[in-house]
């Protein structure tokens, strides 16, 4: 059979109130409304609203052809939204909307040039407002751009603020005069002191997760203040700060505070960033259970810096921060101390610093001298299992008090043949194997030695001060290694070796308990 195309397609056309009852599958044009019709086969008076169906034009408003839609599920599909496929879940428009709001709903642009203050701050203050339900409006999405902050943004309790990722999703600061950029308020908007006044609800469950904070200033870029249960999950918090710039303004990408009444506890940084500002975590306060887990700390004065300050609540002392808990995190090219924690007064205790990794850290800028990696300077804070790079061991840490901390096993050291009274130096650094008697009162070396055939496993025992210490090498081996440790008054391993043509090599890792 042979295809006849048609050239031309006829249908009926005027005014939209001439329009006739069309035939089923009949098109109809109202050339007044510019709206298309087909006839649906239903006789029925009052065409073209009625027996003719509308055909939706791109000028008609989708969300105007209805105040309610359905999820009616899939016949053919195990999916049923409601009790069968026969009884569909039917939810209104705006309740559909109340579940998640775009920012851009709010005028935000996002294009790093226009000023998205106000419609930023105009979606958290709307998002906490209580509808008819009882419900609360609580999630935010912020499309991938960048959006351009001049003013304190306000971040609202139970709310979810959400983006497309930090590399792509930003709010940037581009101003200087701005105190604190983003900042932690109570459900009235009162921020401060002022949090709880007129019943307001303090900060809490509040996420906030694919984003980045921004600014192109030196200051502080947000407070977290007298708040609880709080979410970061891939949040970068971008700096300015230059390495070696001298800043002393004690600037921090994130601030934490607290008060008597209302406790900040409970925060969780999850595979975060913090970058670029001279301290890049900041709390003074009786702050507690804060929980950094698989984060970057980069190019900063200072890592985490507690309890610097004699503001805390409790009659100017710190009792806190308790419960401090900084894991499988990485630290690299810190001027000054990655972390440390202050006494000043009060008792700040149970905090932990393990499975971290520290590269270039406490090398003394301008504004730092040199110093150590971890720095307690109250006792019961631990530190564990963490590995130290292009740091002499006398700079890794700093404890007061009793305090456990573990090295990895180190790079190898080899024990020349015949040798007296020799140096251990390690082959890679080309530094001696040492410890500070001044400071480290309890030093374990567990080691390991090869010579040949012998092995020797055994573990060396300092206890004491540098005026007086005591000494002790326990070992077992399978031959004669042939070798004799010692210490100096300086903290410096020595040995010596027989005669027997062949060097040995020693492995170690460093147990302290101070």
């Known amino acids: 059979m042979a295809i006849v195309q048609i050239s031309r397609i006829q249908h009926r056309r005027g005014l939209k109130e001439q329009l006739p009852q069309l035939s089923a599958g009949e098109l109809g044009y109202a050339v007044d409304t510019q709206e298309l019709f087909i006839g649906n086969g239903t006789l029925a008076d009052g065409a073209p609203e009625v027996g003719n169906t509308k055909i939706i034009t791109e000028d008609d408003n989708l969300l105007s052809t209805a105040n ?26 705006q309740q559909k909307l109340d579940d998640f709001a775009n ?15 106000a419609a930023i701050n105009r979606a958290m203050a709307n998002l906490i407002t209580l509808e008819t339900t009882g419900k609360e409006k609580r999630q935010l999405y912020f499309p991938g751009g960048k959006y351009k902050v001049t003013s304190t943004i306000k971040i609202y309790p139970h709310i979810t603020l959400s983006g497309d990722g930090h590399t792509s999703t930003i709010l940037e600061s581009q101003n200087a005069s701005t105190d604190y950029v983003f900042e932690f308020v109570d459900s009235n908007g ?20 694919g ?24 949040v970068h918090f971008l700096g300015i700060y230059a390495q070696e710039d001298g800043a002393t303004n004690g600037n921090a990408g994130v601030e934490i505070f607290s008060s008597s009444a209302l406790q900040t506890k409970r925060i969780d ?28 700390f980069l190019n900063a004065n200072i890592g985490v810096n507690l309890a610097n300050e004699t503001d805390g609540s409790t009659s100017n002392k710190i009792t806190g921060p308790q419960g401090v808990a900084i894991t499988a995190s990485r630290f690299d090219n810190i001027d000054a ?49 963490n590995y130290f790079h292009r740091l002499p061991y006398y700079e890794r840490s700093y404890f007061a008090g009793s305090v456990y901390s573990e090295s990895p096993v180190d790079h190898p050291i080899t024990l020349n043949d015949n040798a007296s009274g020799a140096t251990m130096t390690d082959n890679v650094r080309s530094e001696s194997v040492r410890h500070d008697l001044q400071r480290e009162n309890h030093v374990v070396y567990d080691y390991i030695i090869i010579r040949g055939t012998a092995r020797r496993t055994g573990k060396l025992t300092i206890s004491g001060t540098a005026s007086s210490f005591a000494f002790s090498d326990e070992f077992t081996e399978n031959a004669a290694t042939g070798v004799t440790i010692t210490v100096d008054s300086n903290g410096v391993l020595k040995y010596s070796t027989t005669s027997t043509g062949t060097a040995g090599t020693f492995k170690y890792r460093i147990l302290r308990f101070l």
Do not use: W
């Open 269 to 296: 940084f999850i595979n975060c960033i913090f970058e670029g500002s001279e301290n890049l975590i900041k709390a003074s306060e009786d702050i507690q259970d804060i929980s950094v887990y698989g984060s970057e």
């Open 211 to 234: 984003m980045s904070f921004k600014t192109l200033y030196d200051q502080n870029i947000m407070r977290i203040d007298q708040a609880t249960s709080i979410r970061f999950h891939d």
């Open 337 to 385: 101390q990655a972390v440390i924690v202050y006494d000043n007064g009060g008792s700040p205790h149970g905090n932990i610093v393990s499975s971290c990794s520290f590269r270039d850290v406490g090398s003394g800028g301008i504004d730092s001298s040199v110093t150590e990696a971890i720095s307690f300077l109250h006792a019961n804070n631990f530190a564990f299992g």
């Open 103 to 117: 920012v851009k709903d709010f005028g935000a642009v996002g294009d790093g040039t226009t000023d998205d203050t």
């Open 68 to 93: 309610t839609y359905t999820f009616r599920g899939n016949t053919t599909a195990p999916a049923v939204t409601g009790v069968d496929s026969n009884s569909p879940i039917v939810r209104t428009l």
């Open 190 to 209: 009162n921020s401060r002191s002022d949090i709880g006044s007129g019943g307001g609800e303090r900060p809490q469950g509040i996420s906030i997760s």
